[in-house]
């Protein structure tokens, strides 16, 4: 029975936003190990669950108490709700994450791990002034207070070092996706489909430009999510004349619908202006695993998924003309995307497999959960 098994409290301040799905779906495929949600308060998204434990109420004095939190990273309550889940390790999603949850996890005595995402070791550690300075002292803290920090790529785990995490600590392990649902539609009606939050680092940008950079063929492009760069983004492929439809943000099992319809996965991320980068994207494997080849560039850890010439085709960074060239070189060669989308679904298999990378996250908890006990 799960309830003999050990818990993990998974801790995400917020829970849970629907972009997230790859905290959810760790926790889901945990086999030894049962774990207990416990955040801040409650995210309005198609990933919140009922049984999620919420610390502090929706009210004005609820948000005063998170702000106290935030400020002083001492909650009573906070540790209260904690101390009943009777964890044997607390995970903690995200560097900031880490630094809310490490004080109550320290006085019960409970070993913490942090998992590193992206823009928490990219562009938080970067704001200007007292914010960033602030930022960055909680982080150490954090780091100094884990007994685990994981990296969900090499690059990632050098920013950590980089921040003040101790090198025997920081791990890479790759979070995984789960084995597709649904099969590659005989009919692939969408020839480059783009999903991600529509933010600076997604390079959407880039991904528009190019395709107003293409002269031998007029592809079907679909976009799917959300986010503050949206509308601009769809007026200016209304501009360039695209065949583009923009679907908004989807659940995840109509995002796998919508992979198996398409031919080529775009995902070119860059470096934003404010310093946020990616880890390595959660969408780029879930492409692989339907057999999508994917276009994309060199930024942060997508070399360790997408390897040129083989599971797909990489640019610089930023660079509209290789992008465009990529595309429509496998646009225009049907063997080549095929091949290349067959090795990008055996790498994911062989590397990124939801099933296996969890069984090794299992491990990593038991090693933390069995130095506390000994």
Not at 113 to 118: A, E, K, L, R, S
Not at 205 to 233: C, K, N, Q, S, W
Request: with cysteine.
């Amino acid at each position: 029975m799960r309830a003999q098994e050990p818990v993990v409290a998974v801790f995400r301040s917020r829970l849970l936003a629907g972009s997230e799905t790859f905290v959810r779906n760790q926790a889901a495929a945990l086999t030894r190990w049962r774990p207990a949600f416990l955040g801040t308060a409650r995210e309005p998204s198609c990933l919140a669950e009922a049984t999620d434990v919420i610390a502090f109420p929706d009210s004005a004095a609820g948000r005063l108490e998170f702000l106290r939190l935030r400020v002083t990273g001492r909650s009573p309550r906070l540790r209260a709700h904690l101390a009943a889940l009777r964890p044997a390790v607390v995970h903690a999603h995200f560097g900031g994450d880490g630094w809310l949850i490490s004080r109550a996890a320290v006085e019960l005595r409970i070993p913490l791990v942090i998992t590193v995402h992206g823009q928490d070791v990219t562009r938080q550690p970067n704001a200007p002034g007292p914010r960033g300075l602030r930022y960055r002292r909680n982080l150490r803290t954090a780091f100094r207070r884990a007994s685990l920090v994981i990296a969900v790529s090499g690059h990632l785990r050098q920013q950590a070092i980089a921040l003040g995490a101790d090198p025997a600590k920081v791990k890479v392990h790759h979070i995984g996706v789960p084995a597709p649902r649904v099969a590659p539609a005989p009919a692939r009606i969408w020839d480059v489909l783009f999903v991600g939050r529509f933010v600076a680092k997604k390079g959407i940008d880039d991904l528009i430009e190019a395709l107003g950079l293409l002269t031998g063929v007029r592809p079907r492009a679909l976009f799917v999510g959300a986010g503050p760069l949206h509308d601009a983004m769809r007026a200016r492929a209304a501009g360039l004349g695209l065949d583009a439809t923009f679907l908004g943000a989807q659940d995840p099992a109509a995002v796998a619908r919508i992979m198996a319809t398409s031919k080529i996965f775009v995902s070119p991320s860059k470096t934003a202006p404010d310093g946020d980068a990616e880890g390595l994207p959660t969408t780029i494997l879930e492409a692989a695993r339907v057999g999508l080849p994917t276009v994309s560039t060199r930024h942060s850890g997508i070399p360790e998924a997408v390897i040129d010439g083989r599971t797909g085709l990489l640019g610089t960074e930023g660079d509209r003309t290789a992008l465009a060239r990529n595309i429509e070189r496998l646009l225009a060669d049907e063997p080549l995307r095929e091949r290349l989308g067959r090795q990008a679904r055996r790498h994911a298999e062989a590397y990124f497999d939801l099933g296996t990378q969890t069984r090794l996250l299992e491990e990593l908890y038991d090693s933390v959960a069995l130095r506390v006990r000994g």
